[in-house]
């Protein structure tokens, strides 16, 4: 051993001796964790269909789809094709909604191509696309 130095029972290297007392000092970490809403399935089975209006002379288009499966979804967003692939939102319905009638359609035997956003707090997931063509004659 060399001078000065001390071993065995009581000794500082021999564990918790020369009367020392141990502290264990606890400290709580706190872990937030932040959960993302998944995103909702898409609405299916999107179909639309040319036709007259009842009441008005002019052409609608009718679309209809099935609900997305998700329970997550606050509503639809209905949009519409405005150039080849651009689509526009055109309005936005009710999560239980699964219908809609396009009556600002414009033109007597034209082609509408819509799609169907369901919207939820973890994103909005898009339907199919389908296509209507107008009436030639509303009377």
């Given at each position: 051993?060399?001078?000065?130095?001390?071993?065995?029972?009581?000794?500082?290297?021999?564990?918790?001796?020369?009367?020392?007392?141990?502290?264990?000092?606890?400290?709580?970490a706190t872990t937030t964790t932040t959960t993302t809403a998944p995103k909702p399935a898409p609405?299916?089975?999107?179909?639309?269909?040319?036709?007259?209006?009842?009441l008005v002379i002019?052409?609608?288009?009718t679309l209809s789809w099935s609900a997305s499966?998700?329970?997550s979804v606050t509503s639809y967003t209905i949009l519409r094709e405005s150039g080849v692939g651009a689509f526009r939102s055109l309005?936005?319905?009710?999560?239980?909604?699964?219908?809609?009638?396009?009556?600002?359609?414009?033109?007597l035997g034209t082609t509408y191509t819509y799609e169907v956003q369901a919207n939820a707090p973890g994103g909005t997931a898009t339907s199919s696309s389908a296509s209507a063509t107008t009436p030639t004659l509303c009377v």
């Amino acid at each position: 051993s060399a001078p000065g130095s001390k071993s065995g029972p009581g000794s500082a290297s021999g564990g918790n001796g020369g009367g020392q007392k141990a502290t264990t000092t606890t400290t709580a970490a706190t872990t937030t964790t932040t959960t993302t809403a998944p995103k909702p399935a898409p609405p299916s089975a999107l179909s639309a269909t040319g036709g007259c209006q009842v009441l008005v002379i002019g052409p609608e288009v009718t679309l209809s789809w099935s609900a997305s499966p998700s329970s997550s979804v606050t509503s639809y967003t209905i949009l519409r094709e405005s150039g080849v692939g651009a689509f526009r939102s055109l309005t936005q319905v009710a999560a239980g909604t699964t219908t809609y009638a396009d009556t600002s359609v414009g033109g007597l035997g034209t082609t509408y191509t819509y799609e169907v956003q369901a919207n939820a707090p973890g994103g909005t997931a898009t339907s199919s696309s389908a296509s209507a063509t107008t009436p030639t004659l509303c009377v």
